[in-house]
Each structure stands twice: as structure tokens, then as C-alpha cells.
């Protein structure tokens, strides 16, 4: 049966975008549908906004830092719409430069929403297509939980459009979102309080980690609440919000920030009309080739809920791309050792397995550790510590996991994740030299281990 194209695209985020341009590049004819701005979550309400905010964030530090070197400065102020205004221009551009790609790759965009007809016919702004494959990569949006006045509430989405900052605000979760909006707010000005309904937040993450932000927010006066659970949300008549807390307390903000993790979107799609199915928690079902179980239908990135990250949908949407149309160049998807950072003030970055993920894993580990005042804050009143954590096989002297927190975390964990995925051992980290002063080079001059077992 003769098709339109060799591959429709449902969602111009980054692992469709991806998928649509490699395939192009392969010589495929793609046509690629999205209704809303080219980029999806990543380059419109997730990792390029927030960074920004992060950085806007950070210069509360650097004015105070500053005047321990000499400087002196009028008393900084902070003005929330030259922040938005200045960040949704360059989100802008950004759109426009995805919309360019896309043409110099002759991938057809379609600017509306698409529905599956079947397993090679999807239909979008009153088009039906005939496509040879279909790729669906539709992404997630924040959930919202069913709580009596959650309709005050914002979430992630609306953050990045606030037409005022928060004098106070309540940060609902634990996750990645939170504790960087948390930061963000935070660092801007505002007067946090962040709820958490487990024992301490980022859980899945080392735990040193986890403690050791925890103490370095509370140190700059972050308010964290954890076994926390917000019951009820009434909106006052001076429009600020009173929340209703799991221990009978009361708590005023004038915003509340849901953070509690986010939902694929599947609605709409028309997946019943095809054999391509959810996992039992509500993702599309897919196979190691991001296969469903509709031959002729793959899906990737958020929509799968495997690793919720764009290096990861990018790295799915050209798997698929070069199983269809260039199997000799297909490399298996390798979901081991992916590094990830948190963006909270100071940074988490990390990679590989927790201490509690090596001893789950029956490894006999040597555990390295370091907290130490970086050489930059010691000019300054900060008494902000940085922590660095090497997990290693006492066995193998494998290293299984890298962990920091502190200045520039993210940036770090990046060299280190080539060396665990090169499968270095504690004796290449020690035989590393470092570079001094730094605070990466204590990654490769830890020498005292204690044992957990
Ligand atoms: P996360 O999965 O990181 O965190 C979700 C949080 O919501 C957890 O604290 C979870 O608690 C809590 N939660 C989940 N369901 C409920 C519920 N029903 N009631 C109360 N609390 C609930 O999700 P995020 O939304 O923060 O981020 C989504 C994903 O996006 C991340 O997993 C990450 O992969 C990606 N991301 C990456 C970033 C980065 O790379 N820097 C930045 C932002 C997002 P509990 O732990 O107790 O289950």
C-alpha cells in the first residue's frame, strides 16, 4: 500500500524533533505535527526556562560575594518582568530555530494536533496522512492532585509566566521540579516554605546527598517541611491562600506550587484505535526499540516514562530514526550510568548508583567522601559546605557512583560520567592528577574509605 510518508511525527519536542530530522537526513519523507510551540517542554516550560531563572537566581550569591572582594555596589534590586520579558524573547528564537531546522531538513510541519486512524493513517487540522511508521512522542504534563481548592494552585507551566513574583510561596513535592523552583523562588526574593510527604526529599538519590542539601537550603533559610501533606486550600479575601496542613496547622502564601511529578499525554491520541497500548502506569508500552505493540508505531522520550530526560529522549528519537530508515548504524539504547544534575542553589550532580542502590545490589563498597568550604566562599560570611561522594567496589575498585553537591555540580559530573562508563577504577582516580585550585579536583585526591556493607 503506497504511503505520504515514511514516518509521521506526533510532537515537535526534543526527542520528535530529533527523530523527524535524523530520519530526514536518512533520505525519509517525514511530516511532523505540533500545535504548540516547536520544542516541547525542555525549550519552553522545563530545563532552557528554568536554567535561566536558575541563573537570575544565583546573582543574589554573587552581589553578596562580591562585596567580600572589593566591590561595592548600590543595593541590587530585582525586577521579575525584565526577567520573563528578556527569557520569553530568547524561548522565541528558539522556536524559530527549531521551526528552521526542521525545514532545512524538508521535514513537513504540520501545526495542528494529530490523531491515529489506524496503524498508518493519522489525521491532523482535517488531513489524513498514510504514514509507513508513526512516532509518538506527545511528552507529559504536570499532575495536578485531587485536593479540595487545588484550582488556586499553579504548577510548573504557569511559574514561568507569573505576572509577579511571590513575596511568599509554598512548594508542594520532593522531586527535581520542586526543589529547583524551591531554589529559584528562593533566590529571587521570595519567602519559602517547601512541603514534602516522605521523611526527606530527591528520594532515589544518595542520601548523602539528600541530607547534605537538605542542611545547606535550611542554612540559607529555605523553610523545608518534611512529612508534610497539604489537606485543603482555601483562597482568602486579600486573594492570598490558606492551606490546611496533614498536623491540623495553618499556613498563608500568596502562591502554591505543585511540583508532584508529571503524567504522560495520551488523550486524544486515538491510541485505541490502533494495538499500541499503556503500562499498567498509564505510559505508552514500549519495547527495548521503543517499539509498541503496533508494529508500525514507536514512541519516546516523556510519553514512555523510561528516564525523564531530554539527553534521553534525544538519544531514543535517533535510535528510532536509524532502526527504520539505517539499521546498519543502530546502536543499542544503554540506559546505564546516566548523569543527571538537579538544579537547586547549590547544585546536585550525580551519577551511577547511590550507596543504598550499591548495597541493595549486594556490591561490597568503600565509601569516599569530602564536605569542605570552597575556596570562593572563604573570603565571604557564607558558611555553605560543598560535599563530593565516590561510591567504589571493593571488589572490582570499580567506581560506581559519583555524587556532589555544590557550585557548578552539573558541569563537573559530566567529565566524570565518561570515566564511569569507561569503567574506571579508584586507581585511575587516584592516578588522575588534579587541577588546582579547584573544587573538582578532590575527586581525584579522596584517599580515606570507610566500608559499608
Ligand atoms: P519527580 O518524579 O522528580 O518528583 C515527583 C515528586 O512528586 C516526588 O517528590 C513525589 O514524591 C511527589 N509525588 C508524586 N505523586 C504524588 C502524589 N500523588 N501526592 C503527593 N506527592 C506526589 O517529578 P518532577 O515533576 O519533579 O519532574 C519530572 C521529571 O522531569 C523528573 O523525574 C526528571 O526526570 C525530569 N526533570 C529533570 C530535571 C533536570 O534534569 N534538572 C529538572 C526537572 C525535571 P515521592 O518521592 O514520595 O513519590
Redesign the pocket.
Known amino acids: 500500500m503506497s504511503h505520504d510518508v515514511d514516518l509521521f511525527v506526533i510532537g515537535g519536542g526534543s526527542g520528535g524533533v530529533r527523530a523527524a530530522r535524523v530520519a530526514a537526513g536518512f533520505g525519509a519523507r517525514v511530516a511532523l505535527a505540533e500545535s504548540r510551540d516547536l520544542g516541547g ?1 525542555c525549550v519552553n516550560l ?2 532552557v526556562p ?2 535561566m531563572l536558575v541563573y537570575g537566581a544565583s546573582y543574589a550569591d554573587d552581589f553578596e560575594h562580591a562585596r567580600h572582594y572589593g566591590w561595592s555596589t548600590a543595593e541590587p534590586q530585582f525586577d521579575w518582568p525584565s526577567l520573563l520579558r528578556n527569557k520569553n524573547r530568547e524561548i522565541a528564537r528558539l522556536n524559530q530555530v527549531y521551526a528552521r531546522l526542521l525545514a532545512d531538513s524538508a521535514v513537513r510541519l504540520i501545526r495542528q494536533p494529530a490523531r491515529l486512524i489506524d496503524a498508518h493513517t493519522v489525521e491532523a487540522g482535517g488531513e489524513r496522512v498514510r504514514a509507513a511508521h508513526i512516532l509518538i512522542a506527545t511528552g ?1 504534563r ?2 495536578v ?1 485531587d485536593i479540595p481548592g487545588s484550582e488556586y494552585a499553579i504548577t ?1 507551566d504557569q511559574a514561568f509566566h507569573l505576572p509577579q513574583m511571590p513575596r511568599r510561596i509554598v512548594v ?9 523552583f524551591a531554589s529559584i523562588f528562593h533566590g529571587l526574593g521570595a519567602a519559602v516554605t517547601q512541603l ?3 521523611d526527606l ?4 538519590f544518595d542520601g548523602g546527598l539528600r541530607t547534605h542539601l537538605r542542611e545547606q537550603l535550611s542554612l540559607r533559610g529555605l523553610d523545608l517541611r518534611f512529612k508534610s ?1 497539604i489537606k485543603q486550600i482555601v483562597r482568602l479575601d486579600d486573594g492570598s491562600l490558606e492551606l490546611s496542613l496533614s498536623d491540623h496547622s495553618k499556613l498563608q502564601t500568596d502562591c502554591l506550587l505543585f ?4 503524567r504522560p499525554v495520551v488523550d486524544d491520541l486515538g491510541l485505541a484505535n490502533t494495538r499500541a497500548a499503556l503500562d499498567t502506569r498509564g505510559y505508552i508500552a514500549v519495547d527495548e526499540h521503543c517499539r509498541t505493540a503496533e508494529p508500525s508505531i514507536f514512541a519516546v522520550g ?1 510519553v514512555i516514562g523510561r ?4 539527553p534521553v529522549a534525544l538519544a531514543e528519537g535517533t535510535a528510532v530514526a536509524r532502526l527504520l530508515f539505517r539499521p546498519d548504524t543502530v546502536r543499542p539504547l544503554d540506559y546505564s550510568l546516566i548523569p ?4 537547586s542553589l547549590p547544585n546536585i550532580g550525580t551519577v551511577g548508583l547511590s550507596e543504598e542502590q550499591a548495597i541493595e545490589r549486594h556490591h561490597r563498597i568503600r565509601i569516599y567522601e569530602s564536605r569542605f568550604r570552597p575556596l570562593k566562599l572563604t573570603l565571604t560570611d557564607s558558611s555553605e559546605n560543598t560535599f563530593l561522594k565516590l561510591v567504589v567496589d571493593a571488589d572490582s575498585d570499580r567506581v560506581l557512583g559519583a555524587h556532589m553537591v555544590g557550585p557548578d555540580a ?1 558541569e563537573i559530573i559530566q567529565g566524570l560520567a565518561v570515566a564511569l562508563k569507561a569503567g574506571a577504577t579508584k586507581q585511575v582516580f587516584d592516578d588522575t592528577i588534579g587541577v588546582h585550585p579547584t573544587t573538582a579536583e578532590e575527586f581525584v585526591t579522596m584517599r580515606t574509605a570507610r566500608v559499608a556493607v
Do not use: H, N
Not at 508542594?172 to 529547583?180: L, T
Not at 526529599?201 to 532515589?204: A, E, P, V
Not at 543527571?340 to 538544579?343: D, E, I
Open positions: 517542554t522545563g530545563c528554568k536554567k507529559g504536570p499532575y492532585p510548573s508542594a513535592g520532593g522531586g527535581y521540579i520542586a526543589v529547583e514534602y510527604r516522605g526529599f530527591l528520594r532515589g501533606a511540583a508532584k511529578g508529571r516523556d528516564v525523564q530526560l531530554t543527571t544534575a538537579v538544579f552539573g
